[in-house]
DNA sequence: ATGGCCGTTACGAACGGA
């Protein structure tokens, strides 16, 4: 089996004992992190590396930063997200790794957040959506298992949320947003979770304010999305919501994927 | 409730997160 991770760990500095508690005792085989909050000279490579990962980063300073993480070798890099010349922000990395034997090209991403809907970083967000569907879309020709995990920003369907009602238009559940999701998951790109679990409801993030942990106010917005041949191989998706309740825990959890070796 | 908490930067308070 393989087992792919996705994890926004809202800096790789302060959550490394988390990361490290991940590493040992779930073992995962490939990690996708977003939010690394740290430039790429003072990324925690050796620590990383002595938990047995070979590393592939796309750092900044303070904000952002993407990292992609396996157990096999890495090849085929890309760090840059096509279609917006002037976007400098860490928020995308990819590349080709092989996992007993099998080779998966991967993708870290970390959708904006869009600040506000009514911000001026609202459109940027829709326009990555649709920067990444032109993408995927190119992909699609070389019919690879492909996976891309990340922080996606969005909740797909009313089930995805505490209160569809209360969060309907706002930051993370507008239509629109939704709207360029939902064309993302055509021709050949599938929620991996949905499909494993069409009728659970189970969230990847809740807020720090309002103690949403507590009150289990939540969002599914943490996505693994899978080309049509890692579908074919898929047997497990799912969420780890025990680090959520660790002490200084990130506000997004873990997420998985398994394929057939 | 335009709030609450958390991490980073830089050393107080602002920014970003969603």
Redesign the pocket.
Known sequence: MINIISW?V??????LEHFATLAREINPDVILLQ?T???DI?FPREAIEDLGYNIFIHGE????GVAILSRGPMEDFKKHLPGDEDDIQSRYAECITTIKGRTIRVASV?V?????VKSD?FPYKLKFFERLHAHFNELQAYDEVFIAGG?Y???PENIDVYSPEQLEG???FHIEERKRFRTILTGGIHDSYRTMHPNTQAYS?W?????GWAHNKG?R?DHLLVSSQACDIMTEAGMHPEFRAME?????VPIYCKLKA
């Open positions: 926004n809202n800096s790789i500095r302060a959550r939010e909050k740290v430039q003072h300073k303070s904000y952002n970390y904006p957040n869009g600040t506000a970083r922080d920003n969005v909740a706002q930051l993370g993030w807020d720090y304010r309002s103690s969002m917005i200084r825990a990130s506000d997004h």
